[in-house]
Structure formats: C-alpha cells, structure tokens
C-alpha cells in the first residue's frame, strides 16, 4: 500500500490492492475453520470409536436436566449421526435439532458440538489435551 502511494499509481490500483488484501485475508479464515470443522468431525468419530461410557453420559444429561427428545438427539448426535440424519430418524426438521443442540450447549456452558460431547463423556472441557 505505501509503495502504491509513493508511486502515485491511482486511486483504482490502491482501492483493487486493498480488496485483494481483504480477499486473500478472508480466504486465510476460511481455510482455516474449515481446517478446524474437519479436525472436529475427525474427534467426533474417534469418540464415536473409542465407545460410549453410557452410565456417566447418561448421569451427566440427567445432571444438566436434558429433556428427553435432547437425550435422543445428543445420543445420535455421539454416534456420529449428521444433523440430517437425526432429524430423519427422529422426524423432526434439521433447524429443531440445531435448536435442541444449541439449548444443550447454553445448559453445559459449552461453545462447540465436540465440547459438549466430551463434557458429557468426560467432564473434560479442553479437548485439545485428550486424546
């Protein structure tokens, strides 16, 4: 930007220059959550893999009193069913079940689908340190 103004090539080179920028900064965010949505989809799978400790999971939504169609979705939802798929087997519309997750994760002061699963498996908030 400071050589386009030292040159004086035009108000249209420095304007084009700038929205670049911003284009190749939003493409850098992009890139990264997606990064971060597949690395969340990855863990989901491996907790879906590595088994479900139904007492303490079942205890947990008890204790941050789910109600029972959340229980069925955050069940569904641990065996790695996608949004879709639990609003097939559950016939209920995909944006109820987004709803039913998002009230999950006020009740469990979680902020992410991976976090609130493991809250409930584990009662580990930081799941970057398990593994």
């Given at each position: 930007?400071?050589i386009?103004?030292?040159?004086?090539f035009g108000?249209q080179?420095?304007?084009?220059?700038?929205?670049?920028?911003?284009?190749v900064v939003?493409?850098?965010f992009?890139v990264?959550?997606?990064?971060?949505?597949r690395d969340?989809?990855?863990?989901?799978q491996?907790?879906?893999?590595?088994?479900?400790?139904?007492?303490v999971?079942?205890?947990?939504?008890?204790?941050?009193?789910?109600?029972?169609?959340?229980?069925?979705v955050?069940?569904?939802?641990?065996e790695?069913y996608?949004?879709g798929e639990?609003a097939a087997?559950l016939?209920?519309?995909?944006?109820?079940?987004?709803?039913h997750?998002?009230?999950?994760?006020?009740?469990?002061?979680?902020?992410k689908?991976?976090?609130l699963l493991r809250?409930?498996?584990?009662?580990?908030?930081?799941?970057k340190?398990?593994?």
């Open positions: 930007m400071t386009i103004a030292y040159f004086d108000q080179a420095e304007a084009l220059s700038t929205n670049t920028g911003f284009l939003t493409g850098i992009i990264k959550f997606i990064r971060q949505d969340a989809i990855n863990k989901l491996d907790i879906s893999l590595n088994g479900l400790r139904p007492e999971f079942g205890q947990n939504c008890m204790y941050y009193e789910f109600t029972t169609r959340e229980t069925e955050i069940r569904l939802l641990h790695g996608t949004t639990i087997r016939f209920i519309s995909e944006r109820t079940v987004t709803t997750i998002q009230n999950m994760m006020l009740k469990t002061h979680t902020h689908r991976l976090e809250k409930l498996e584990f009662g580990i908030l930081d799941i340190n398990v593994s």
